[in-house]
């Protein structure tokens, strides 16, 4: 099964939070347009027309099947509700362009916090930025920038990190 990636993602702020536009690709192809226009509801699929000869052909359902058959092929999602209540519940379209969405946005932000030295406090969520070139770093300077934050336990300078360990981390505040 073909992997699926967003691309073109554009954030916007409307009457509900938070909204996004973005472009559905099945590998390299193009399958639809999304959009969550923060109003509260649902996100919109657009999809994408086929290109066959006959009418059927082209207003095919196509690839909202193969997608809907993508999010049902997923693992069901574990809810914490708080005081040891869990929930089990399967992946929703909506669900899954989101967390495609959220994980583009954090390779985007890792890519952009990594141009300078930047620290991610674990429990605070807090990120903080210096204008020192990661290439300057030294020992004795990272000692000298964790010092900074005592009491925020499981501070880290994110330059150290593998890039995945970034984003999975950038993920987690989202």
Known sequence: MASYT???VKTFIGNEGHGFNATLH???KKVAFVCDD???GEVYFDWMLGSGETVSEIFSDEE???FSEHCQSLPPLELNWGGGETESVSQTPDV???KLVNHFLAVKDAKKFLKKVTVFCKFSTDIFGYKID?????DGLRRKILAQYPSAEGAVILNDLPFEEVVERLEAVV
């Open 134 to 138: 990661p290439c300057q770093l030294t």
């Open 26 to 28: 099945r590998g390299k």
């Open 96 to 98: 899954v362009v989101t």
């Open 6 to 8: 967003v691309k073109n």
């Open 38 to 40: 923060a109003s509260g």
């Open 64 to 66: 909202e099947k193969l």
